[in-house]
């Protein structure tokens, strides 16, 4: 891979600060010299993300990821190191060095996907509204779809035709591979090449940058499947977008509403409601979760209420939990989903049924019922016995006593017998969730490190050897005395003595070190570890007595004499030999 000039990567890293790249994503909150915020990688409700301004790195306690501006991107993108100083680069208008061969060969193909979706979402519009076959037309129209939104939303129709668009693209200058590759065309097992979108009505989806990156399709009968979705590309990936948000995260209101399919989201919209979006074709996510909570304060979620749409409420709620964003249930009376009610009762009752949502506790609550007949003993028995482990989960104290005398009154229980058996279960819930924390962290400390295997087998050396990291790392400048300390040969991890001669390398060529010099040598991984020693001395650096300390523990180790279980006589003859001649 050929290397950026440090002078252009130091640039970047001035024209990215790390904090505002943080605010495009998350709540991030001032706390003394560093910012916090709820991690974008990782479900949480309590802020484990710090930002360092001073060096423009950023930490989770949490979850381990870490970093600079260039990792954050490379993590929340799901892109390479070039691909990442390319989105930051074009973020700060930076003209970008030259690129490697194979570099530049991934870049292109990257490129050339939006451009062929982009072909192909103007070839499907131009099909529906000007195209010799008209059902899709008629379709949209039966759905009460303006042309105002229809242009909107880049509306189109894919013919019956297995070659339709693939001759077009072809005629445009485009491969089949890269076709094939953007996932608007597919290779038979003979490889012959055909449209994967044919005799549908077409919804592309647009991202935050305003690419189109993908396409549902649906049928216009009783064909299966109903609803065909790009898979993932080199550009998608259908767990880490959200139809429409490219308008949602731009609308006034921060409570955003979780539609179930397409046609309600643009329906809804239609309407007046910008900040709703859907899924694409799967169940929500936990990165989906954790992107509305990225612009939204609430979510109100609008699913069918048959066991399939209960279902997947349920699954959503523990998601928006798991992130901390409060959630309420929308409950439809005469229509069978958001569509049909804005159809037969309008906007603005619409507006009242979002504003009068149930919440979660409520919706969770109702469900505990279901299957039983409370009138009965056994029924009623069974029921409190759900309902107290729903009432365990309320956080809020104040807002659990409230459901506590709403299920008293009820099933006519005492309050106070309910209250003891819900506290109970408070505290069975956090022993339980004491001891799966205990376990984790134990399996963890004897869980194999894949990055640095070597720190098992010499535990004090690797820590010795963090801490003289941690101060090269703080303080780069002293990098001539360090290494006159301390020879890289004295380290006894591998990985551990990776990073200190880069540093070292770094450090003989360029003035002024940063962090953001060391990706072309380490996979986005290992810059979270070497950001994690960054972050774990930030509040107490390593002082120069603790240096010399920690070389001392590595020359030691060197000294000492540990032979091999695998070690024959006559190595170990030598080895000695070889000691007493020093």
Known sequence: MARLPDEFIQRLREANDIVELFRSYADVKKRGRTYVCCCPFHSEKTPSCTIYPENQSFYCFGCGVGGDAINFVRKMDNVGYMDAVQILAQRSGLQMPARSPDEQRTADLRRHCLEINREAANFYYLQLVKGQDKRGLAYFSSRKLSPATIKKYGLGFAPDDWHALHYHLRSKGYTDDEMVAAGVCRRSEKGAVYDYFRNRVMFPIVDLKGSVIAFGGRVLDDSKPKYLNTNDTPVFNKGRNLFSLNFAKNASSTTFILAEGYMDVISINQAGFDNVVATLGTAITPEQARLIAQYAKEV??????????QAATQRALNHFADVGLPARILKMEGAKDPDEYIKKFGADRFRLLIEHADDANLFQLTRCKEGLDIETELGKTEYLRRVVRVLAGIANPLQREVYISRIARETEVKAETLQIQVDGAVRAA?????????????AQSLQRDELNPEAQTYPKESKAEKEILSYLLHYPEDCEMVLQLVSPSLFKTEFHRRIYEAICEICSREEHFTLSMLHEAFS???VSRISGIIAGFQETPVNRD?????????????????????MSD??????LASKQKK
């Open 430 to 442: 956090k022993r339980s969730a004491d001891r799966i924390q205990f376990r984790a962290i134990e």
């Open 524 to 526: 986005s991984e290992e």
């Open 546 to 566: 603790t240096l010399e300390e920690c070389a001392n523990v590595l020359r030691e180790a060197q000294n000492r004499i540990i032979p091999s279980a695998e």
């Open 570 to 575: 006559d190595d170990l003859r030598r080895l």
């Open 300 to 309: 109100v979620i609008s699913y069918d209420s048959d066991g399939a749409g």
